[in-house]
């Protein structure tokens, strides 16, 4: 007797089989060929934007590195400059007290000028004291301010006076009341002057008329 199969009962397994979804070798080939092809595009410009970003902080740091070589630079130089003039100008007060000193032996001299025979031995010694304060004076760049018959020059002279004259030109230096001096090229102290003023003659004056 043959057993009847009963209503909504399993059948046999492979009667009714299930369709499985199975991936497509082809489209997962062209999906992992372009990621494969995306891939290394992305990564290139990543490294590329990298890349521009170290080559700025390079750019920056080596800016910055020039502009503190160049301020040390400037630094050093300052530095030599300011020690050259310690050197050069370091005792500039000191030979400025010794100004008047100086001031007073010249007018001493020029007050024995004319003086009797015995004074005249006096002016001598005053003289050789002169000459050797001079001479010391040298030794550390101190040197005197020709004026007389020169050009007025403000940056060496102070005009203390204006005369009239017919022997100098306009502008000259006719007198000399206090000598000038220099330190190592540096004005230490202007030559007290009087500067002409040109004067025509009268037969000048109708000469030109």
């Known amino acids: 007797m043959v057993k009847s199969k009963e209503k909504g009962g399993k059948g046999h397994p492979h009667e009714h089989p299930e ?15 372009y990621e494969t092809e995306e ?9 590329l934007k990298k890349l521009e970003e170290k080559e700025k902080e390079a750019q920056a740091h080596y800016d910055k590195y020039m502009r ?14 300011e020690h050259a003039d310690l050197v050069r100008y370091g005792n500039e007060k000191l030979i400025k007290d010794l100004m008047p ?6 007018r ?6 004319d003086a009797s025979a015995e004074v005249q ?30 050009d007025f020059d403000p940056n060496l002279h102070q005009a203390v006076m204006m005369i ?24 230490l102290k202007p ?4 500067v002409s003023k040109r004067v025509v003659k009268s037969a000048e004056a109708a000469d030109r008329g």
């Open 39 to 47: 891939a290394p595009e992305v990564k290139a410009q990543e490294v």
């Open 121 to 150: 031995a006096f002016s001598d010694g005053l003289k050789l004291i002169e000459a050797q304060f001079m001479a010391c004076l040298q030794k550390h760049g101190v040197e005197k301010i020709e004026a007389r018959g020169k």
């Open 19 to 33: 369709k499985l979804h199975k991936p497509d070798p082809e489209s997962e080939g062209r999906e992992s060929a």
């Open 108 to 113: 001493a001299l020029k007050q024995t000028s």
């Open 101 to 106: 000193i100086l001031d007073s032996l010249d």
């Open 191 to 194: 030559a007290k002057v009087s």
């Open 68 to 81: 503190t070589a160049a301020d040390l630079e400037n630094y050093k130089k300052r530095m030599a400059r």
């Open 164 to 187: 009239e004259s017919e022997e100098f030109e306009d502008n000259k230096v006719v007198e000399e009341f206090e000598t000038g001096y220099l330190l190592n090229g540096r004005l």
